[in-house]
Structures are given as C-alpha cells and as structure tokens.
C-alpha cells in the first residue's frame, strides 16, 4: 500500500460519555480505532447497547465524539454532510406526502447539489432504475412494501453520491427473502458506483454475507473485541461458511460472557 494512501473512513481513539440523571456517566465507545478502505465493505456485530449506532452518527457527523476524530477520505467529519450517509432499519424515512421520485429529487435540489431541475430528475431515474423501482416513480410511501421503501431510500442517499454509506440494520424489518435479495443489491450498486459501506447488524449470516471484513464489538465500555476479514464472501462452501459464522459467533458470546456472566439454563 502507497504511503499516500488516504482510507474512505478512518476512526482515531474514538471516546464517547452520556451524562445520567444522577448516577455515574456512562462510558459508551473507548477508545475505538479502525480504517474501512476505498469500496470496502465492513460490517460491525456486537450486543445490543454496546454502543454500535452512537459510533455510526459520530462517523456521519450527526453525534460529537468526547475524543478522537473520523477522518472521510482524509477530511473530519465533524458534522453532517453527503459524502457520508446514513440508513436505517425504520421503514418511514421518506416523506409521506411525496412521490418516489419527488422523495429522492427533494435533498438534490434543496442542497443544491444539483441546481438544474430536469438534471435532478434525470439524476433520480437512474437511481430509481439502480435499485430496481422503475414503474412507482410516481408511487406514494403508503403505496410501497417496506422491502420497496428501503429500496426507496437507498436511491435517495444514491443519489447524493456519497462517498460512505452507513447503514444501521436496514435490513432487519425485512422477510428474509426480501431481505436476501436487498443484501446482494447493496453490494452490486455500492461496488458499481465505488462506495464505502459501514454497516451493523445483529445477524452473523448478515455480516458473513456482505462484508469483507467483520468488527466483532463488546459492551461496557463499548470497544473493538476483534476484526475478522471474511474468507468466504463469495465462497460456495457452505461449510466453510457456517465454520466462519461459529467463530464470530463464538467471540459475540465471550464479550457477552464478560458483561452478564456465564448463561445457564435454568433446566440444567
Ligand atoms: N443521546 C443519548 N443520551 C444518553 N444515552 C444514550 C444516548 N444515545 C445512546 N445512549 C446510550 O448509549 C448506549 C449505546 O446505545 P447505542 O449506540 O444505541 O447502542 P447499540 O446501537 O449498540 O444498541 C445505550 O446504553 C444507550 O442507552
Ligand atoms: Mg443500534
């Protein structure tokens, strides 16, 4: 790797401390660490709490770290902006009272990213082809599955070009099928048009399917417990794949074992 290398996202002793009514603050991220390169896929697993969405808003600029700094594509994000983007699990993050279309023209025009109208919506069509809505262009949010309005949404971020995107367990509301189908359309689209993607999931299957690379998280204070790269992304090996999903899960289980003890079964 050249020296002049710069990571799409880089995450420097990242700390974060919420205030609590009158007990101890609590100690959410210590200091966190890690690089995600140019068009990698990283995906972040850990119990629930540890800390997984605060790290995900610090990298997007909506939360302020206590220390450290995140750096996209060598710059700080210290606040929101569209080369990072994020998306949720929520199946209501379009505007009701707008179109598909009207949905994803909206932040063009209204950022300025794109000033000229027929530009923007020549912009939005692509997007809506890329992610498969072609046909509800003129659809109503009440109108779509929720598989449809994730689709939705994706075209929207897409459309700012981002150079990130983040994604917070948008997958997990979906019927598996959908949701496989989802999965393997965000890697197709983000690889064809060079986007990072940093998402968390609860789902070991999830992670061994999309990322190149896996951060195993623990909890109380939130910190990296191990990074995975994923031998099998693209392997066929089924039992190759689920000897890898043991592993990870295996590590989820002992940071969990950490923080609660060991967990019996009160039938033992
Ligand atoms: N704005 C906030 N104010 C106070 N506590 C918060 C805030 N946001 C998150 N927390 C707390 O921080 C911890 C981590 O939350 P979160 O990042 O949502 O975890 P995860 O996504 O891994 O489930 C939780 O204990 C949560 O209650
Ligand atoms: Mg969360």
């Known amino acids: 790797m050249s020296s002049d290398y710069i990571p799409a996202i880089s995450v420097q002793d990242i700390g974060k401390t919420f205030p609590r009514n009158n007990e101890e603050s609590l100690i959410v991220l210590s200091s966190v660490s890690f690089d995600v390169a140019q068009g990698e896929f990283v995906g972040l697993i850990g119990p629930s709490g540890c800390g ?15 220390g450290g700094i995140v750096l996209i594509d060598g710059l700080p994000q210290d606040k929101p902006h569209r080369n990072a983007l994020m998306l949720f699990q929520d199946f209501n993050q379009l505007f009701p009272w707008k179109t598909v279309l009207q949905n994803i023209n909206h932040p063009l025009m209204a950022t300025g990213f794109i000033k000229n109208k027929n530009k923007a919506k020549a912009n939005a069509l692509k ?46 509301s979906l019927d598996s099928i959908t949701r496989r189908t989802l999965q393997e359309l965000t890697r197709r689209v983000c690889e064809k048009y060079g986007v990072t993607v940093f998402f968390v999931t609860h789902s070991v299957e999830e992670a061994v399917i999309m990322a190149d690379r896996i951060i195993v998280m623990k909890a109380n204070p939130g910190q990296i417990e191990r990074v995975f790269k994923n031998p099998c992304r693209e392997s066929k090996d089924e039992a190759k794949r689920a000897d890898f999903a043991r592993e990870i899960q295996a590590r989820l289980l002992e940071g969990v074992h950490e923080n609660y003890g060991e967990i019996t079964c009160a039938a033992e």
């Open 127 to 172: 997007r809506i082809e890329d992610v498969g809505l072609t046909g509800f262009e003129n659809s109503y949010p009440h109108e779509l599955s929720g598989g449809m309005k994730q689709r939705a949404a994706f075209a929207r971020a897409l459309a700012l070009k981002p150079r990130v995107l983040s994604l917070d367990e948008p997958f997990a």
């Open 52 to 66: 997984k969405t605060t790290l995900l808003r610090i990298i997007c600029g909506f939360e302020k770290p206590d």
